[in-house]
């Protein structure tokens, strides 16, 4: 089977420009004067590919045929293998009504809808919910030896050429995030009350195994920016207080930037959903100096953080549900940004996975008004 991607024809033109997108991306990026705004979007609910025409009817499955289908500009990031290794199966173990009993592969026993509607899971049970399950897992599924934590750096090399014309990132991996994934939302505070060395251990565990990863590929691949996950927020502030970030998640972000910058990369974003507010100061104190995808209603309109914090960059922002409103309500959201967009350390996009009820006639015309406010016309 062929690796080249399907021939997509596409129904924007690609903005123009008179720079590469990789130098794009680097002057927008360090508030240096570029020829445009970098073009990208953040993709889109699974339902979008099935519920929208211009979707279906032009075969767009998934977010790579989408991004070639707006003529975004190319992006990519390398990730590694940071977390759990090997994972558990997905599988269903059972039913309840309208409801399916899954194992996923964070060892997580859920409901989800038979149907499969992009909707939460309800958690029932958790693979580790004492120090003792911890010790077992982590003997069985992080270890730092594990041949599948091998980087194949030629392969890497010959698909990111240093001559390249696009900017590339590398992961940094998930210090509390994934952990949040595996004992579930209220599985980690527990821990958090209950078996605070343990919960350390999980975030020190993520650590070097991101430490493991990026030893292997810094200096080796020439990157543009870092990147991390994290989702431990929702839109009343984070799930576990701002303490322990400063005290034990900030100090392993410390380690990962300090690796960072002695390798000349100094743009590292965090894709945290909800009221980031409380922690930005730890993210930046310790290298992480950009926001991703930035959830406008959970959290606030992104230049007053921009404008309260000089060397903070956001990637995103861009409220749904002034796309979801309509053009007028689209134009005065975009006029508000417009200022940060040239100023710089501010790329503009939908500030998460578009909606399915954000129509696509209102997408078309955001895309098409972005392009005459931050293009080059």
């Not at 508030?31 to 519920?51: I, L, Q, T, V």
């Not at 790579?64 to 590694?80: K, L, M, T, W, Y």
């Not at 810094?218 to 303490?243: M, Q, R, V």
């Not at 995808?293 to 409220?319: A, H, K, Q, W």
Request: proline share 7%.
């Amino acid at each position: 089977m062929s690796d080249q991607p399907r021939q997509i024809t596409p129904i924007l033109a690609p903005w123009k420009g008179t720079l590469t997108p990789r130098e794009r991306f680097s002057r927008q990026m360090h508030f240096r004067p570029a020829d445009r705004s970098f073009n990208m979007e953040f993709g889109y609910w699974e339902e979008n590919y099935h519920e929208w025409d211009i979707f279906v009817e032009n075969g767009i499955t998934n977010e790579g045929e989408a991004n070639r289908f707006f003529s975004f500009d190319p992006i990519d990031v390398v990730f590694g293998n940071t977390f759990m290794s090997p994972r558990f199966e997905s599988k269903v173990i059972g039913k309840s009504g309208d409801k399916l009993i899954i194992q996923n592969s964070e060892g997580l026993t859920a409901e989800i809808a038979q149907d499969s509607h992009s909707t939460i899971p309800h958690f029932i049970k958790s693979a580790v919910t004492t120090p003792d399950d911890w010790k077992r897992i982590k003997e069985e599924r992080f270890r730092r030896d594990d041949p599948a934590r091998k980087v194949d750096i030629e392969k890497l090399r010959a698909r990111h050429p240093d001559g390249r014309d696009y900017p590339l990132g590398v992961h940094c991996g998930s210090m509390i995030g994934s952990v949040r994934d595996m004992l579930t939302f209220e599985g980690v505070c527990y821990a958090w009350g209950d078996y605070p060395d343990m919960l350390e251990d999980m975030v020190e565990t993520c650590c070097v195994l991101a430490e493991d990863f990026l030893d292997q590929v810094l200096g080796k691949i020439e990157f543009d920016y870092a990147t991390g996950w994290e989702d431990i927020c929702f839109n009343h502030g984070p799930i576990l207080p701002p303490s322990f970030f400063e005290e034990v998640v900030g100090p392993r972000y410390k380690r990962l930037g300090d690796r960072l910058h002695r390798h000349g990369i100094d743009v590292w974003y965090t894709d945290c959903d909800g009221d980031v507010r409380p922690l930005l100061p730890i993210f930046l104190k310790n290298g992480i100096n950009c926001l991703f995808p930035f959830e406008v209603n959970s959290c606030t309109f992104p230049g007053r953080l921009l404008d309260e914090y000089p060397e903070l960059r956001i990637m995103g922002g861009i409220d749904k549900m002034q796309l979801k409103a309509g053009p007028d309500a689209i134009k005065a959201y975009l006029e508000r940004v417009a200022p940060y967009v040239e100023r710089g350390g501010y790329i503009p996009f939908c500030d998460h996975r578009c909606p399915p009820d954000v129509s696509p006639a209102n997408y078309l015309y955001y895309l098409d008004l972005k392009e005459k406010m931050f293009g080059m016309g």
